[in-house]
């Protein structure tokens, strides 16, 4: 069973930094792209970015407003996700989800999700 | 970044209704759409990727079609389960982008 879970979560103030993780099972994590995609409290869904495999040099791509701040890596020994979070604002709290990349029919789509992790960015 | 406009936002229908939710997009995106369902407390759901290719797993009564950058999810005889927020997503070019939400009430 395909599983994603999401740890890290909790109170920070503004401009300070966290790390979210995501504890990968059920599958061959290294053969996945993988993304983290958030949704602060009763708004719509954001992407974040995203993170290539190995034979695609781990490349990584981000969210406009992101850019800069955040930084995706993977430790695929450990069937892990990060989200390196820097420089938060209160316009960054939000429930952050992982989300496993499937690529189909020339497209990616997220067939499987965490539960999501919250980020609480306040004095 | 490509724009993608939900819409309705919101929507009152009744169980065996059919109701209708569109995404447009602000270029071509092609065929690099997907939907999803999202229930309060939840993580979203796939239903639909490449404009029209349903998910194992979702029924039938859910549809995607598309017209050049306008794109269609259909879902016939609404069920109870089916009250929920829907967004679409395009993955055409990065940044990826979601469309608003719509949500699907009980009238």
């Known amino acids: 069973e395909v599983q994603l879970v999401e740890s890290g979560g909790g109170l920070v103030q503004p401009g300070g930094s966290l790390r979210l993780s995501c504890e990968a099972s059920g599958f061959t994590f290294s053969d996945y792209y993988m993304d983290w995609v958030r949704q602060a409290p009763g708004k719509g869904l954001e992407w974040v970015g995203r993170?290539?495999?190995?034979?695609?040099?781990?490349?990584?791509l981000y969210g406009t407003s992101v850019e800069g701040r955040f930084s995706i890596s993977r430790d695929d020994s450990k069937n892990s996700l990060y989200l390196h979070m820097k420089s938060l604002t209160t316009e960054d709290t939000a429930v952050y989800y992982c989300?496993?990349?499937?690529?189909?029919?020339?497209?990616?789509?997220?067939?499987?999700w965490g539960r999501g992790t919250l980020v609480s960015v306040s004095s | 970044a490509i724009q993608m406009t939900q819409s309705p936002s919101s929507l009152s229908a009744a169980v065996g209704d059919t109701v209708t939710i569109t995404c447009r997009a602000s270029q071509n995106i092609g065929k690099d759409l997907a939907w999803y369902q999202q229930k309060p407390g939840k993580a979203p759901k796939v239903l639909i990727y490449s404009t029209s290719i349903l998910q194992s797993g979702v029924p039938s009564r859910f549809s995607g079609t598309a017209s050049t950058t306008d794109f269609t999810l259909t879902i016939s005889n609404l069920q109870p389960e089916d009250f929920a927020t829907y967004y679409c997503?395009?993955?055409?070019?990065?940044?990826?982008?979601f469309g608003g939400g719509t949500k699907v009430e009980i009238k």
């Open positions: 997503l395009q993955d055409e070019s990065y940044p990826l982008t």
């Open positions: 989300a496993r990349a499937s690529f189909r029919l020339g497209t990616y789509y997220f067939d499987y």
């Open positions: 993170i290539r495999k190995q034979r695609d040099a781990y490349t990584t």
